[in-house]
């Protein structure tokens, strides 16, 4: 794709948001917008310059959230979704494996019906049906970086603290390094639209997850396996989530352990 008039990021202060500044900036005119600059769930700010695309990457993300406030994450991810379209020009929507029941043992495929179980799943689906033929539409999972929370980050902290830390084992998906995700969009751009699954290499469960990260840091801290029901949390998630491309031509991202690896690089640089 040609982009000389550049790129317009939203959510540009999250995870994904700073992952894709950083990769599209050393050669092509970044917009990055944070929540601040453009609130998604209003119209967009009267003289943004037209662009060659915009990359979504503002969402609702706390899934326990959404739960108890379903209108509010729908104003977001599909509100939101709907403002960006105003823009006019081609979009990347991000979504996600919980538009997936996990009810299958097998990689989820593009053409995999989805049946999402929680309202943060909900909302994201009906994101990519506002989003339509026209948009490249990205499912991607459990995402770590540099900027922001996640999982990593907060076993790393509580790895610091404790001796132990309890963590689901019944819950399989691929972790996802937003620096190789964000690369992976650099060679969609130069594909059709449509959905694509886009996900780290390999997968494992939350446990084997925290585990590695401990391994990778050196921190000598017990990873006790639980179940998620012993957590009582108020969103469902699916069991299995493991995606994977059907397209021939999708790009392929590293697995999971060189995206940890990656990731605590960046982390500790
Ligand atoms: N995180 C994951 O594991 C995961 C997995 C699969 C798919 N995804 C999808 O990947 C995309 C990026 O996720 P992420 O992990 O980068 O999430 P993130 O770190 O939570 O970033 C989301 C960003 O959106 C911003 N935002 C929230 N409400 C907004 C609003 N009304 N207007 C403008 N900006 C708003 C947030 O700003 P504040 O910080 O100010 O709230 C934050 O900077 C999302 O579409 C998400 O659904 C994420």
Same mark, same amino acid.
């Given at each position: 794709?040609?982009?000389?008039?550049?790129? @317009?990021?939203?959510?540009?202060?999250?995870?994904?948001?700073?992952?894709?500044?950083?990769?599209?900036?050393?050669?092509?005119?970044?917009?990055?917008?944070?929540?601040?600059?453009?609130?998604?769930?209003?119209?967009?700010?009267?003289?943004?310059?037209?662009?060659?695309?915009?990359?979504?990457?503002?969402?609702?993300?706390?899934?326990?959230?959404?739960?108890?406030?379903?209108?509010?994450?729908?104003?977001?991810?599909?509100?939101?979704?709907?403002?960006?379209?105003?823009?006019?020009?081609?979009?990347?929507?991000?979504?996600?494996?919980?538009?997936?029941?996990?009810?299958?043992?097998?990689?989820?495929?593009?053409?995999?019906?989805?049946?999402?179980?929680?309202?943060?799943?909900?909302?994201?689906?009906?994101?990519?049906?506002?989003?339509?033929?026209?948009?490249?539409?990205?499912?991607?999972?459990?995402?770590?970086?540099?900027?922001?929370?996640?999982?990593?980050?907060?076993?790393?902290?509580?790895?610091?603290?404790?001796?132990?830390?309890?963590?689901?084992?019944?819950?399989?998906?691929?972790?996802?390094?937003?620096?190789? @995700?964000?690369?992976?969009?650099?060679?969609?751009?130069?594909?059709?639209?449509?959905?694509?699954?886009?996900?780290?290499?390999?997968?494992?469960? #939350?446990?084997?997850?925290?585990?590695?990260?401990?391994?990778?840091?050196?921190?000598?801290?017990?990873?006790?396996?639980?179940?998620?029901?012993?957590?009582?949390?108020?969103?469902?998630?699916?069991?299995?989530?493991?995606?994977?491309?059907?397209?021939?031509?999708?790009?392929? @991202?590293?697995? #999971?352990?060189?995206?940890?690896?990656?990731?605590?690089?960046?982390?500790?640089?």
């Amino acid at each position: 794709m040609d982009l000389s008039r550049g790129i @317009l990021v939203t959510g540009a202060g999250g995870q994904l948001g700073a992952a894709l500044c950083a990769e599209f900036q050393p050669d092509a005119r970044v917009i990055p917008l944070t929540r601040k600059e453009w609130d998604v769930t209003l119209p967009p700010p009267a003289g943004l310059p037209e662009v060659d695309v915009v990359l979504h990457a503002a969402a609702w993300t706390d899934v326990d959230g959404a739960e108890a406030s379903p209108q509010d994450a729908a104003a977001v991810n599909v509100g939101g979704t709907q403002h960006v379209l105003e823009l006019g020009a081609p979009v990347v929507l991000f979504s996600t494996d919980y538009v997936f029941d996990g009810h299958k043992r097998e990689p989820y495929g593009e053409s995999d019906a989805p049946n999402p179980l929680s309202v943060y799943g909900r909302t994201k689906l009906q994101a990519e049906a506002v989003a339509g033929e026209d948009a490249w539409i990205v499912r991607t999972s459990w995402l770590h970086g540099w900027a922001g929370t996640n999982f990593v980050r907060t076993m790393l902290r509580l790895g610091a603290e404790r001796d132990e830390v309890s963590v689901v084992d019944d819950q399989r998906g691929s972790p996802t390094y937003v620096g190789h @995700l964000a690369a992976a969009v650099r060679e969609l751009l130069d594909l059709p639209q449509g959905r694509w699954h886009l996900s780290g290499g390999g997968d494992c469960t #939350w446990a084997d997850f925290a585990e590695a990260t401990f391994e990778t840091a050196g921190i000598d801290c017990h990873v006790r396996r639980i179940a998620t029901a012993e957590l009582d949390r108020p969103a469902p998630r699916p069991a299995y989530s493991v995606l994977r491309s059907e397209r021939a031509d999708a790009p392929e @991202l590293p697995h #999971w352990r060189d995206g940890l690896r990656a990731s605590m690089e960046r982390l500790s640089g």
